[in-house]
């Protein structure tokens, strides 16, 4: 178990006041003040370890996300024994109704291998819509259609969680209807179009958080429009 929240008594220090703020800010605050407390090093690791151990009966949500990874990425060995013990496939559940294993996705996002992350999410996709889908690569739009609530949920919410709410499938949504479902405009909106000329895989995609909210996962695009249509018209967001 982790040892009770620490006891502040007299004047608080700097990092102690930003554990409070941490503890009690909105996730605007938040998004702030983890990378700051990751920056005071291992007292600042212990801070994160407390209150990620605090929130796991809560909705997980990017502000997890963001503070596994930064405890998944640091050379600090007591995180690494922590995550280890208490989120030892990470802090997304890993939710199949076929049996998929998700955690190497899950591994990548946590690591911010996008692009990689990316490749690996066809490849996913793939798995559950069947052998002849894993075979040629690439899916069809009525594979999407038959795709699991339970499976499209997962991957989109290791997309969000470890994108600090900008990556994944819901987003994109939320973008395809605020635009009345016009695919030029979204196209603009999130990076895959610029004027007339559309961006070419894989170099002028922005494999890191600068990319335009909904950038990505790229759900097979460049095959045309039904595969994303079908995948944003799915169930799952209802």
């Not at 930064?70 to 559940?93: R, T």
């Not at 179009?193 to 961006?199: L, M, R, V």
């Given at each position: 178990?982790?040892?009770?929240?620490?006891?502040?008594?007299?004047?608080?220090?700097?990092?102690?006041?930003?554990?409070?703020?941490?503890?009690?800010?909105?996730?605007?605050?938040?998004?702030?003040?983890?990378?700051?407390?990751?920056?005071?090093?291992?007292?600042?690791?212990?801070?994160?370890?407390?209150?990620?151990?605090?929130?796991?009966?809560?909705?997980?949500?990017?502000?997890?996300?963001?503070?596994?990874?930064?405890?998944?990425?640091?050379?600090?060995?007591?995180?690494?024994?922590?995550?280890?013990?208490?989120?030892?496939?990470?802090?997304?559940?890993?939710?199949?109704?076929?049996?998929?294993?998700?955690?190497?996705?899950?591994?990548?996002?946590?690591?911010?291998?996008?692009?990689?992350?990316?490749?690996?999410?066809?490849?996913?996709?793939?798995?559950?819509?069947?052998?002849?889908?894993?075979?040629?690569?690439?899916?069809?739009?009525?594979?999407?259609?038959?795709?699991?609530?339970?499976?499209?949920?997962?991957?989109?919410?290791?997309?969000?969680?470890?994108?600090?709410?900008?990556?994944?499938?819901?987003?994109?949504?939320?973008?395809?209807?605020?635009?009345?479902?016009?695919?030029?405009?979204?196209?603009?909106?999130?990076?895959?179009?610029?004027?007339?000329?559309w961006t070419r895989y894989p170099n002028e995609f922005t494999w890191d958080l600068t990319a335009p909210r909904g950038h990505l996962p790229l759900s097979n695009q460049l095959?045309?429009?039904?595969?994303?249509?079908?995948?944003?018209?799915?169930?799952?967001?209802?």
């Amino acid at each position: 178990m982790m040892t009770d929240p620490m006891v502040l008594s007299g004047n608080p220090s700097d990092i102690d006041l930003l554990r409070i703020q941490l503890i009690d800010g909105s996730e605007k605050v938040q998004q702030q003040l983890i990378p700051k407390l990751a920056g005071y090093g291992e007292n600042g690791f212990d801070i994160l370890m407390e209150f990620l151990y605090n929130r796991r009966q809560t909705s997980v949500t990017w502000v997890d996300g963001k503070v596994y990874q930064l405890l998944y990425n640091s050379e600090y060995d007591k995180a690494k024994e922590f995550l280890q013990a208490y989120f030892p496939q990470g802090v997304v559940p890993l939710i199949s109704e076929r049996e998929i294993d998700y955690s190497p996705l899950q591994s990548l996002l946590a690591k911010q291998d996008y692009q990689a992350a990316d490749r690996m999410t066809i490849q996913k996709m793939c798995e559950l819509a069947g052998s002849a889908a894993v075979q040629r690569k690439w899916l069809y739009f009525t594979e999407v259609e038959n795709f699991p609530i339970a499976d499209l949920r997962t991957i989109n919410n290791l997309w969000v969680v470890y994108s600090e709410g900008k990556f994944g499938f819901s987003v994109q949504r939320e973008i395809w209807l605020s635009l009345g479902k016009n695919w030029d405009n979204v196209w603009t909106k999130i990076g895959w179009k610029a004027g007339n000329n559309w961006t070419r895989y894989p170099n002028e995609f922005t494999w890191d958080l600068t990319a335009p909210r909904g950038h990505l996962p790229l759900s097979n695009q460049l095959r045309g429009v039904r595969v994303i249509a079908s995948l944003l018209a799915h169930p799952a967001w209802s």
